[in-house]
C-alpha cells in the first residue's frame, strides 16, 4: 500500500498501457491491474489525501470514508469481473476504455471537492463511448453520440451548478447541498441525468442495448451508480427524492413487459432498481442509506450477471429479441443457471443478495410510515419479478424451442459468470459480510419470519398472474416492434411536424451547431479561468457565460437528438 495514492490513478494510467502489451501477456495485465488497485484501496485508511492547491482553493481529490469506500470497492470487483468476462475477445479496445472507465468512475466516488468530481465525471463519459462504439455498427455509432451529448451535457451543468454553488455558498466541497440556491439545483439535475430520472432516462434504453457484449456489462456498474452515489452524498434526506424513486420503481415495468429485445428490458429493468436507490436516499435515514448502498451494491453484481448472461446469447445464438429465442437452455446449460441465480436475486427471493438489500430500503420506507410509497415499491417488487425475474430466463432459455443449437459461451464468460453467481448467493447466504461495509452501523435483520413469508407470497402472486396470463394468453406477446417512450418526442415528433419554414430555422441551427458548440467551450474555458482566480464568484458578466454555454448547449442536444 502507498499512502496517499488514489486507487484510480492506478487503473487510469494503467489502462493506457493495455495496448502496449502483446498477448498473452496483456491478459495477465488487465486482471493484476484492479486487483493492484483494489488491494491498494482494501488497504488504505479512512481520511483526506492528495490535497492540490489551485490559485485559492484547494482540491481534495482523494477522501476516503465509509460511503466511498463501498462504492470504490464495488466498482473495483464489477472492472475485474469485466476484463475476465471480456477475455474472449482479442480487441484492446474493451479492456483500454472500459479500465479507463473503471477508474474514472472510482476517481469520482473519491472526490472530496466539486471540481474534482467534475472532471472525472466528464471523463467517464468521454471513456464509456467506446464500448458502445466497440460494436463498430451504423445503430450503435448514433446510439453512442447520443449518449456522449447528454453525458458531456450533464456535464456541463454540472460545471455550471459548481460555479454558482461557490458563488452562492464560497466552497467546493463535495458535501450535503440542497435545492434552495441555483447552483444546488443545477448539480442536482447533473445528477438526475446520470442517474436516468423520469423523462431523463432514455439515453439508457437507448444505449446500453447497443453496446458491445461486454461493455453492456462495464456500462451496467458505473454511470448510473456514480449518480446514486453522488445524489447519497449531496442530497441524502432531500423529500423530492422519494417521489422521483417511486416513480422511477414503477414506470419502467409496462415498458418492460411489452419489450422484445432482452437486453432493453434489462435496461427497464435497471431504472426500476434504480429508483429503489433513489428512494432510500430521499428517506436519508441511517437504515435506509445502508439500503441504498447496500442495494447499488448487490445491483450491479446481480445485473451485471443478468447482462452477462445475454451477452453470451447474443454472442452464440446472434439475436436477443424474444421473439427469436426460446429452448436454448439445450446448448447453454450453464449461461441457463447463472441468468437463474440473477433473475432469483433482482426477485429478491431469500438466500439471494437482492432480498438482503432490497428489503432494508422496504424497511426504511415503512418505518417512515410512507403507505402509498411502500404500496408503489410492492408493485414495483412485483412487476420486476414478472420482467426479469421470469420474462428473461423464460422467453431466452424455454418458453417454445426456437431451434437454436449453439455453443455454450466462451470459458472467459463462463468464469465470470461463475464468480457473479457465487457472490450473489453469498451475499444473499451472509448478509453481514455486506453489513460490515456499509457507510453506518447495521442493526437490521433481513431473515425474520415475517420478511422472508411476506416476500415469498408476493413472489408466488407474481408467478401466478404470469402463468394465468400466459395460460389465458393475454400475456403481451413477443413480438418484433419498436417501443416508444418519451424519446419520440424529440427524435420524431419534433423531425416530422416542424413546418418547412421552421425547417429552415432548423437548417440555420444546424449550420450554427458548430459555432454553438465552439462558444460553449471558449466559456467555459473563460468561466473556469474566472473561477481558478476565485473572482467568478461575484463576476455576473461570467456567471451569464456559463448560463448561455448551458443554453447553447442545450439546443445543439436538442438538435442531436432528432433522428
Same mark, same amino acid.
Given at each position: 500500500m502507498i499512502d496517499g495514492l488514489n486507487p484510480a490513478l492506478i487503473l487510469i494510467f494503467g489502462a493506457l498501457l493495455v495496448p502496449l502489451f502483446p498477448q498473452p501477456w496483456r491478459t495477465a495485465y488487465v486482471i493484476a491491474l484492479p486487483l493492484v488497485s483494489m488491494l491498494q484501496l482494501v488497504l488504505h485508511p479512512y481520511g483526506s489525501f492528495a490535497e492540490v492547491p489551485l490559485y485559492?482553493?484547494?482540491l481534495e481529490t482523494f477522501r476516503l470514508d465509509g460511503l466511498s469506500f463501498v462504492f470504490g470497492l464495488i466498482f473495483h470487483i464489477a472492472a475485474v469481473l469485466g476484463v475476465i468476462y471480456a477475455l474472449h475477445d482479442d480487441d484492446p479496445v474493451h479492456p483500454t476504455a472500459g479500465l479507463l472507465y473503471a477508474g474514472s468512475a472510482i476517481g469520482a466516488a473519491f472526490a472530496g471537492d466539486l471540481v474534482t468530481l467534475f472532471v472525472y465525471w466528464e471523463l467517464t463519459a468521454a471513456s464509456s463511448v467506446f464500448l458502445i462504439w466497440a460494436? =463498430?455498427?451504423?445503430? #450503435?455509432?448514433? #446510439?453512442?453520440?447520443?449518449? &456522449? @451529448? @447528454?453525458? @458531456?451535457?450533464s456535464g456541463v451543468i454540472l460545471l455550471a451548478g459548481l460555479v454558482l454553488h461557490y458563488n452562492e455558498s464560497g466552497s467546493i466541497t463535495f458535501a450535503a447541498m440542497d435545492l434552495d440556491t441555483v447552483g444546488g439545483k443545477l448539480i442536482f439535475l447533473a445528477f438526475g441525468i446520470k442517474c436516468a430520472f423520469p423523462f431523463l432516462h432514455n439515453w439508457l434504453q437507448d444505449t446500453y442495448p447497443e453496446a458491445t457484449a461486454s461493455g453492456t456489462v462495464l456500462l451496467s456498474a458505473f454511470t448510473t451508480k456514480l449518480a446514486v452515489y453522488a445524489l447519497a452524498r449531496g442530497y441524502a434526506g432531500t423529500d423530492m427524492l422519494i417521489w422521483i424513486g417511486a416513480a422511477m420503481t414503477a414506470f419502467p415495468i409496462f415498458y #418492460?413487459?411489452?419489450?422484445?429485445?432482452?437486453? =432493453?428490458? &434489462?435496461?427497464?429493468?435497471?431504472?426500476?432498481? &434504480?429508483? %429503489?436507490?433513489?428512494v432510500g436516499i430521499g428517506i436519508g435515514t441511517q437504515l435506509s442509506i445502508n439500503g441504498a448502498a447496500a442495494h447499488a451494491f448487490c445491483h450491479i453484481l446481480y445485473k451485471a450477471l443478468l447482462f452477462m448472461s445475454m451477452g453470451a446469447v447474443l454472442l452464440r445464438a446472434g439475436t436477443c429479441k424474444g421473439s427469436e429465442l426460446g429452448g436454448l437452455y439445450k446448448s447453454m446449460p450453464f449461461t441457463t443457471v447463472c441468468c437463474i441465480i440473477g433473475a432469483a436475486s433482482i426477485s429478491a427471493f431469500p438466500l439471494f443478495s437482492g432480498f438482503v438489500s432490497k428489503s432494508m430500503i422496504v424497511s426504511a420506507v415503512a418505518?417512515?410510515? &410512507?403507505?402509498?410509497? /411502500?404500496?408503489?415499491?410492492? %408493485?414495483?417488487?412485483?412487476?420486476?419479478f414478472h420482467h426479469s425475474g421470469i420474462k428473461i430466463p423464460y422467453f431466452? %432459455?424455454? #418458453?417454445?424451442?426456437?431451434?437454436? =443449437?449453439?455453443?455454450?459461451a466462451p470459458l472467459s464468460m463462463r468464469i465470470a459468470m461463475g464468480i457473479t453467481a457465487a457472490l450473489c448467493i453469498g451475499i444473499g447466504v451472509f448478509p453481514g459480510l455486506l453489513y460490515a461495509i456499509l457507510p453506518y452501523p447495521v442493526d437490521y435483520v433481513p431473515y425474520t419470519t415475517a420478511h422472508v413469508i411476506t416476500q415469498l407470497q408476493l413472489l408466488m402472486y407474481s408467478a401466478l398472474a404470469f402463468t394465468v396470463m400466459m395460460v389465458w394468453k393475454i400475456y403481451p406477446p413477443e413480438l418484433r416492434s419498436v417501443v416508444l417512450d418519451t424519446d419520440w418526442f424529440y427524435r420524431r415528433l419534433l423531425a416530422r411536424t416542424v413546418p418547412p419554414a421552421l425547417d429552415a430555422v432548423f437548417d440555420r441551427v444546424y449550420h450554427a451547431q458548430a459555432y454553438a458548440l465552439t462558444t460553449t467551450i471558449v466559456a467555459v474555458k473563460r468561466a473556469g479561468s474566472a473561477f481558478a482566480r476565485s473572482a467568478l464568484a461575484r463576476d455576473n458578466q461570467s456567471t451569464n457565460m456559463?448560463? /448561455?454555454?448551458?443554453?447553447?448547449?442545450?439546443?445543439?442536444?436538442?438538435w442531436g437528438m432528432r433522428g
Open positions: 485559492e482553493m484547494t460494436r =463498430r455498427t451504423e445503430s #450503435a455509432f448514433k #446510439a453512442g453520440m447520443r449518449y &456522449l @451529448i @447528454i453525458q @458531456i451535457g #418492460a413487459v411489452i419489450e422484445n429485445d432482452l437486453r =432493453r428490458v &434489462l435496461a427497464y429493468s435497471l431504472n426500476n432498481q &434504480l429508483g %429503489f436507490m433513489v418505518y417512515e410510515h &410512507l403507505t402509498v410509497v /411502500w404500496l408503489m415499491l410492492i %408493485f414495483a417488487s412485483a412487476g420486476v431466452a %432459455f424455454f #418458453a417454445h424451442d426456437s431451434g437454436i =443449437r449453439c455453443e455454450e456559463v448560463t /448561455w454555454a448551458v443554453l447553447a448547449l442545450a439546443v445543439s442536444i436538442a
